[in-house]
């Protein structure tokens, strides 16, 4: 089954590290280029950061940009957020989405929830 | 405030037809980028809905379309049903936002009476 699924969400004390995780199948990974985006609480889609299929263009959001880092290990079919110096506003669920080269987001994943908080 | 704007919410009776509106500017719909839809169930993820303007994948119901022109696009939904209800996303891309320039609609939240 094609498929991605997240996780490493949790609740974590602002300034605090977070390192999620998307496993991949189904499908080649190591030929898409994949993104995160997240979705706080209420509110709507907001794009987070990017990562072509070789890991050799990455973009971030400014919102992110500076405390985020993001990876793939096309070995392991994984895509991956290290999330430093986490804030507040950071609080959301996090999607992986695979990126069709055409521009759009064919395949999601469930989500894993991010709480950031003391 | 979304770089494309939608209205927050839309309604209509089960069979009826309602549009979603995604406008944007010169620097995003207006600069030749395409429009891409997501439709998100209640408690789901995003699932892609319409991809290139006006383009389904497969699976999608044909009761689902888009449209582009000028610095705006529209999603229609003939057929009303009541499992259309969920919130419903417009994605494009803006020429003056740095790095990947993924822009994204604030949604339109659908209701079906």
């Known amino acids: 089954e094609v498929q991605l699924v997240e996780s490493g969400g949790g609740l974590v004390q602002p300034g605090g590290s977070l390192r999620l995780s998307c496993a991949a199948s189904?499908?080649?990974?190591?030929?898409?280029?994949m993104n995160w985006v997240r979705q706080a609480p209420g509110k709507g889609l907001e794009w987070v950061s990017y990562i072509s299929s070789s890991s050799s263009t990455i973009y971030y959001a400014d919102s992110v940009k500076g405390r985020f880092t993001i990876s793939r290990d096309n070995a392991k079919n994984s895509l991956y957020l290290q999330m430093n110096s986490l804030r507040a506003e950071d609080t959301a669920v996090y999607y992986c989405?695979?990126?069709?080269?055409?521009?759009?987001?064919?395949?999601w994943g469930r989500g894993t929830l991010v709480t950031v908080s003391s | 405030q979304s770089v494309l704007t939608q209205p927050p919410s839309v309604s209509g009776a089960p069979g009826q037809r309602v549009t979603i509106s995604c406008t944007g500017s010169s620097s995003n719909i207006g600069a030749g980028y395409d429009v891409h839809w997501y439709q998100q169930l209640p408690g789901t993820a995003p699932k892609l809905l319409i991809y290139?303007?006006?383009n389904r994948p497969s699976g999608v119901p044909d009761r689902f379309s888009g449209s582009k022109s000028g610095t705006s696009a529209s999603l229609a939904i003939t057929g009303l049903q009541a499992e259309d209800e969920a919130d419903y996303y417009c994605q494009s891309y803006d020429s003056s936002l740095s790095g990947s320039n993924v822009v994204f609609g604030g949604g339109t939240k659908l209701t079906v009476l």
């Open positions: 189904g499908f080649t990974f190591s030929s898409y280029s």
């Open positions: 989405a695979r990126d069709e080269e055409a521009g759009y987001f064919d395949l």
């Open positions: 290139g303007n006006s």
